[in-house]
């Protein structure tokens, strides 16, 4: 019997001193009217036959070289990552709420928040929450508590290059207490955000760096209109992407409230879209408000330093109906995950890996825009990510080039946003020179053919 | 021998930051971050993995929390480099071994639960629970039914319950339950009316016990023209043998961390699939796969589902916890199913007794355990002051995590137990006579217990300094 | 046996009140309540300037495991609020009828009249 240890002899015993004749015995007190006899499941499959099974479906993914990012992107993660991730001792641990005999995980959380307080430039950091779309709508309603927004005067504005998925998933969830989504447009031309014309009743301002668009934003400026109009200001970051940018602390005079991210750059496989893990970062003044687990550092009664969960009274297995959130469960071995990813790689590989992120952006986009028909619609500043404006529609482009083993990007019409050729194409350090000239020759050959 | 990252940090030269971007935008200060060697990273979290229990190294007896063995086969397989390696965005017909395997999920758990269409794309539990009663406020709003702004829930429920309905913009009302444990029948009829819109139940229910009733209650829900929400926290208790469906419920999550044997990772990833009848198929959230007569797969999008309550997660979910999941169920089959429940059902009846035997009181002596129960060491506290903390504190010295405590506060001084089916009898004998021991040392020498654990890498923790002084991060 | 001093007025909702002078009272928790409540970690006490609603909630007090909704025991505007609770929230375990007061309001001497009287508080607590 697969995973169930029982022998027959042991059965027996058991069924015996619990009184009962058959296992079905011990469902006695469930009407008999409820209790089916069979399911529509498949037979099951021995370990050999699954693993068989499984990896024929693996294979048939075809295996692209990736060119697309949109919130989502390929890195290379070390070996030594998943390695002590997938040690049972993490991989199959409780949420640490017996601190004493889960000091493990609470001591990665707690440098996991150390680290992400150090690339967002903020004090406080959770534990994690589902991934960065659903951590930004927790982000927005941390800001309407903090505001004290009431009745129908709650609103957040919200840049109308903030990544599509992202803002789909503040509809749904905001959508469901009557928050207003204000859209802030952005410049046709520039691609980046032009200031609101005006703050309304609004708790907060979205400031995403980069955009949809892979541009980078005057973060300063938005920032300061934001608190200058009594906002606060929720950064929207890459966390690879910190360390070469400003960290959200700095931006402005006084520095971002907020800082919230998709973590996955941060030795997560892509795995077609998740599990990642959402990050959100605070000012400690803001802490009661902050949604999610907390891990801090205290001692024993010997004096020993320990850490442990606190501030649980914001969450919902104590404050239950007025908990800041309905979390749980969170990314916790996402988490561990991306702290053994930054200590692999420290402060300095990770400088080194978001330089080379970009200077392989420059290059290919470089190397693409000398392709006949090839245009860049938006000439500011960026990370790793740029639009391509295409002679055909990206998404015919996109496909035709999956033939030659590459996913070229993504095209802006799937979102609804830009022009029918709009591709938005990303490069990370996993692509080498021979990698970018590869999807040249490609999109040379395609264009002409299509 | 250092305990900290931050004491492993080498020097190395600052690295140029690139031209092109201005200088405003780019980092004030250098990136102050460790600089460990990699085999110093490999000790440091090799060693603190060391001062974690885990099922892989001891028993969890975690009631409300399913903590069977996580087979290794799931990760291995999850693991693949074809579907590790897939982007999000991946067009569908490069991504047909994905969502075949996520399509068979969808409709293998449609089979388990007795439901018409699960959506798979709920990252836990709690977000499963805020998408079910969205969608029961979606399902009411399409009929042009305003006025249901209320949510009953048991006052034994998990503290999501309310802390969701609440998130989706409900009034939460709470029913008591009696003390044989079933909900308070007369308080149900009192509070049913054209403002409730629905109910979140558990059964077998928090308190351990099947709600025997439930066809009446759901009868009663439906008649005053409101929907059941089964919380699926508990559905190891039944697997394979009950349908929440054939119950009476409408829409329900399941925890495939818990009841489908994906690990807990020290907090999560976990998933948190919802199943719905047939009439709030509509307001599924997206992303749902959907395949043709031809065989070809697809994602559903909201040109397909328009009245969908929309998206929970950028993308589909935590799809290496659903390949996990996929991997079990496919691994175990029909029969095998059928089996969690039963040997869940047998191992917590037999600890049940067991513990009796040896001098714990059960909180609802007179009814069946379903997958777990509940004893209640009052009589210990009125006897020496040992609580049911205590009791725990001192378990984890012996390697065994201690039990969910103090859930239900209902019940005073509880221990909530589940031992889960892939535990072996010698693993329980062992457990039931160390609880045994802890009863003697108990009323013998109070003092050991108070002072538990004595064995572990910390003794208790000052919790109460941890939260006046927050320490929540690493100074610089 | 939880302190309940007799000088003092308490609400159902465990709060004391003690009288000032001059249509001023000063507002704090109980030892019965913090007791319940185990070791505090914070206490957020309404502005200055605010009106509280006897029986309503006023504010929140958070111990290490639980929370628990501070109610306004009278009716009245807020007139000084205990500040040093922030830095000391241990204050209301220690010493909750002194150090650990939480606020100072203006109020009616009939409201006052109106709450339970030690021996009623106590008789509250056993039950």
């Known amino acids: ?450 | 021998m250092s305990d900290s990252i931050f004491d492993h940090d080498h020097h190395f030269p600052a690295v140029e930051l690139p031209s092109d971007i201005p200088a405003e935008l780019l980092r004030k200060a250098p990136l102050n971050l460790p600089n460990p060697a990699e085999l110093e990273v490999l000790r440091h979290y090799t060693r603190l993995s060391q001062k974690n229990f885990s099922i892989d190294t001891q028993f969890y007896p975690l009631g409300s929390c399913t903590m069977k063995y996580n087979p290794r086969i799931a990760h291995t397989m999850a693991s693949l480099p074809g579907f590790a390696r897939l982007h999000p965005d991946t067009p569908a017909p490069a991504m047909q071994g994905l969502l075949q395997v996520l399509w068979e999920l969808q409709e293998w758990l449609a089979a388990v639960t007795g439901m018409a269409a699960v959506s798979l794309t709920p990252a836990a539990g709690a977000q499963g629970e805020l998408a079910g009663v969205a969608m029961i406020r979606a399902y009411h709003a399409a009929r042009g039914d305003h006025e249901r702004r209320k949510m009953l829930i048991p006052a034994a429920a998990h503290g999501t319950n309310p802390a969701s309905a609440q998130m989706a913009g409900f009034a939460v009302v709470e029913i008591p339950n009696l003390v044989d444990g079933d909900l308070d029948m007369a308080f149900l009829d009192q509070h049913l009316g054209p403002d409730v819109a629905g109910i979140m139940l558990t059964n077998p229910s928090t308190l351990g016990v099947f709600e025997r009733r439930i066809a009446d209650i759901a009868a009663r829900v439906h008649g005053a023209g409101g929907l059941l929400y089964y919380d699926g926290a508990n559905l190891n208790a039944i697997l394979g043998r009950v349908q929440p469906g054939q119950m009476g419920f409408d829409v329900m999550h399941l925890n495939l961390h818990k009841t489908f044997a994906t690990p807990h990772g020290g907090g999560g990833p976990g998933a948190g699939a919802v199943a719905v009848q047939e009439r709030l198929r509509p307001f599924l959230p997206l992303p749902m796969v959907t395949r043709s007569e031809e065989g070809a797969l697809r994602w559903l999008d909201e040109g397909d589902l328009p009245q969908s309550i929309g998206r929970l997660s950028a993308h589909g979910g935590n799809v290496g916890v659903l390949l996990r999941a996929h991997a079990y169920l496919r691994r175990l089959g029909r029969v095998g199913v059928g089996r969690v429940s039963a040997y869940a059902a047998l191992n917590a009846n037999y600890l049940l007794k067991e513990l009796q035997r040896v001098g714990y009181q059960a909180a609802f002596p007179e009814r069946r355990a379903s997958h777990e129960f509940i004893l209640t060491v009052s009589d210990l506290q009125k006897a020496t002051g040992i609580r049911a903390l205590d009791v725990a504190k001192r378990l984890l010295d012996f390697g065994i995590h201690a039990p969910t405590i103090y859930f239900p506060q209902l019940v005073p001084e509880c221990l909530l137990i589940e031992p889960t089916e892939t535990e072996s009898k010698a693993t329980l004998d062992r457990f039931v006579a160390v609880m045994a021991q802890i009863r003697q040392e108990a009323l013998a020498q109070p003092e050991l217990l108070r002072e538990a654990p004595h064995h572990l890498p910390v003794g208790r923790l000052d919790e109460a300094l941890a939260a006046r002084h927050l320490d929540v991060a690493a100074a610089q | 046996m939880s302190k309940i001093p007799e000088t003092l007025r308490y609400s159902d909702t465990h709060e004391w009140v003690e009288d000032l002078g001059g249509g001023r009272y000063r507002v704090g928790i109980t030892d019965h309540a913090q007791e319940l409540l185990g070791d505090l970690v914070y206490v957020e006490v309404p502005d200055i300037g605010k009106a509280i609603h006897g029986g309503e909630v006023c504010g929140v007090l958070e111990s290490v495991k639980a929370a628990a909704d501070l109610y306004a025991p009278v009716n009245g505007t807020v007139m000084e609020r205990h500040d040093g609770l922030g830095d000391n929230p241990q204050w209301l375990n220690e010493d909750p009828y002194g150090q650990g007061w939480i606020m100072v309001v203006e109020a009616d001497a009939a409201a006052w009249a109106g709450l339970l009287d030690a021996a009623a508080y106590a008789k509250l607590t056993e039950s």
Not at chain 1, 228 to 238: E, F, S, T
Not at chain 1, 307 to 314: D, G, I
């Open chain 1, 1 to 450: 019997m697969p995973y169930i240890p029982h022998d027959g002899l042991e059965t027996a015993a058991m069924l015996a001193a619990v009184g009962v004749d058959s296992l079905d015995q011990l469902f006695d007190e469930i009407p008999p009217n409820l209790q089916v006899q069979d399911m529509a499941l498949p037979e099951g499959l021995s370990e050999m036959a699954l693993r068989r099974e499984l990896e024929g479906r693996a294979l048939s993914n075809a295996p692209l070289r990736c060119f697309a990012g949109g919130g989502a992107y390929a890195h290379h993660i070390p070996a030594i990552v998943w390695e002590i991730a997938g040690r049972g001792e993490f991989y199959s641990a409780y949420t640490p709420y017996q601190p004493e005999a889960s000091q493990g995980t609470l001591q990665v959380v707690y440098e996991y928040q150390s680290f992400i307080t150090r690339l967002t430039g903020l004090e406080v950091s959770n534990a994690s929450l589902y991934d960065g779309a659903s951590g930004l709508a927790e982000a927005c309603l941390m800001a309407l508590r903090i505001q004290g927004g009431q009745g129908d005067d709650k609103s957040i504005l919200v840049p109308e290059n903030l990544l599509p998925g992202w803002r789909r998933v503040l509809d749904s969830i905001l959508g469901l207490q009557q928050i207003r989504l204000v859209t802030v447009p952005y410049d046709r031309v520039a691609g980046t955000l032009v200031l609101p014309a005006e703050a309304g009743d609004a708790a907060a301002l979205i400031i995403p760096q980069s955009n949809a668009l892979g541009l980078l934003e005057s973060v300063d400026v938005l920032t300061d209109w934001a608190h200058g109009h009594g906002l606060l200001a929720i950064a929207v970051v890459n966390p690879l992407a910190l360390a070469l940018l400003k960290a959200p602390g700095d931006w402005g005079t006084q520095g971002a409230d907020m800082a919230v991210g998709e973590g996955q750059p941060l030795g997560i496989p892509l795995t077609g879209g998740g599990p990642y893990f959402g990050f959100l970062a605070c000012r400690k003044a803001h802490v009661r408000q902050l949604p999610g687990r907390l891990v801090a550092k205290t001692v024993d009664g010997q004096g020993r330093a320990g850490f442990c969960l606190t501030l649980q009274a914001r969450e919902q297995h104590i404050r239950r109906g007025k908990a800041t959130s309905n979390i749980c469960t969170n990314q916790g071995l996402m988490v561990t995950a991306a702290t053994i990813h930054m200590a692999t790689l420290g402060g300095h590989g990770l400088q080194r890996t978001a330089v080379l992120c970009h200077e392989r952006a420059v290059r290919l986009r470089e190397l693409l825009t000398v392709v006949p028909g090839v245009r860049l619609p938006y000439g500011g500043p960026f990370f790793h990510e740029f639009v391509l404006r295409l002679p055909h529609a990206a998404v015919a482009v996109r496909d035709a080039l999956l033939g030659h083993g590459l996913l070229a990007g993504l095209p802006l019409s799937d979102w609804g946003m830009g022009e029918a050729g709009d591709l938005l194409v990303c490069a990370t350090e996993l692509l080498d020179e021979a990698d970018l000239l590869a999807y040249r020759d490609a999109l040379t050959s395609v264009l002409e053919t299509l």
